[in-house]
Nanobody, 125 residues
Framework: QVQFVESGGGSVQPGGSLRLSCAPSGFTLEYYAIAWFRQAPGKEREGVSCIRYNDGREYYANSVKGRFTISRDNAKNTVYLRMNSLEPEDTGVYYC??????????????????WGQGTQVTVSS
C-alpha cells in the first residue's frame, strides 16, 4: 500500500513555529505534485499548500500566505511545510497527498491521494 508518512506536529503557543515533514512509503515523488491539507474537528479537509514537480511552483491558501512555506527535497524524497506565526485557527490534523502531474491550481482533496495518518498540530495558549 502506497501512502505518506507525516511527522513534525505538536502543540505550540500562538506565534510559534513548526516544520512538518512528509515522506512517501512505497513510491517516489518524481512527477507528482504534493499538497498539504488540514482537517479541523467537524470541518472538511482543506488545501493549505501545494508544490509542483516540474518547476517547483508553490501555491498557498489565502489564510496561510506569508506564514507557511512549502518545499521539497527530491533527493531525500521528502516534502516539508514550514509554519510560522501559528494561530489557533491553524489547529488540525495535517495530511499530505499526491497527484501525478497535477498543476496545483486547484487544491481539492478529491484530486490528491495516498493519504497517511496525518500529524496533529495544536495551537493554543
Amino acid at each position: 500500500q502506497v501512502q505518506f508518512v507525516e511527522s513534525g506536529g505538536g502543540s505550540v503557543q500562538p506565534g510559534g513555529s513548526l516544520r512538518l515533514s512528509c515522506a512517501p512509503s512505497g513510491f517516489t515523488l518524481e512527477y507528482y505534485a504534493i499538497a498539504w491539507f488540514r482537517q479541523a474537528p467537524g470541518k472538511e479537509r482543506e488545501g493549505v499548500s501545494c508544490i509542483r514537480y516540474n518547476d517547483g511552483r508553490e501555491y498557498y491558501a489565502n489564510s496561510v500566505k506569508g506564514r507557511f512555506t512549502i518545499s521539497r527535497d527530491n533527493a531525500k524524497n521528502t516534502v516539508y511545510l514550514r509554519m510560522n506565526s501559528l494561530e489557533p485557527e491553524d489547529t488540525g490534523v495535517y495530511y499530505c497527498g499526491s497527484a501525478l502531474g497535477a498543476s496545483c491550481s486547484v487544491m481539492a482533496a478529491s484530486i490528491f491521494g495516498s493519504w497517511g495518518q496525518g500529524t496533529q498540530v495544536t495551537v493554543s495558549s
